[in-house]
């Protein structure tokens, strides 16, 4: 009789850590964020604009890196989130992008977290 009443209440706190553990919903499973429908919008408003990512861009701001890097399209973003650049600059604990005066608002790092998450689809 105690076995059973031990298999129970190890049961039972299993099946509340379940349930407190998938209290909270997953942002990224409710919108699958593409680029063409999400992305682009929020890059072109706070990255690729005269001076900054718009490929044109050389001098200070590319210290350290030789090719400007390019926001303007799929292929440029694509390029930067592969090799770690966007997620090191934009969405990592720190990040310094965009510079002052300019700032992502929390759902628009989410949904490029999200974006990056998702494997980074065009649209």
């Not at 209290?23 to 604009?49: L, M, Q, R, W």
């Not at 965009?98 to 759902?107: R, S, V």
Request: aromatic share 8%; charged share 20%; glycine share 8%.
């Amino acid at each position: 009789m105690k076995k059973i009443r031990i298999i129970q209440i190890l049961f039972l706190a299993v099946g509340l850590f379940c349930y407190a553990s998938c209290g909270e919903d997953d942002p990224c499973d409710s919108h699958v964020a593409t680029y063409d429908g999400d992305v682009k919008a929020i890059v072109n408003s706070s990255c690729s604009f005269s001076g900054c990512h718009s490929g044109a861009a050389t001098g200070s701001a590319y210290i350290g890196n030789a090719d400007a890097i390019d926001f303007t399209s799929y292929a440029g973003m694509k390029a930067a989130v592969e090799d770690g650049r966007f997620n090191a600059r934009v969405l990592a604990d720190g990040a310094d992008m965009p510079p002052d005066p300019l700032t992502l608002t929390p759902a628009q790092i989410e949904i490029l977290t999200c974006w990056k998450d998702a494997g980074f689809p065009e649209n």
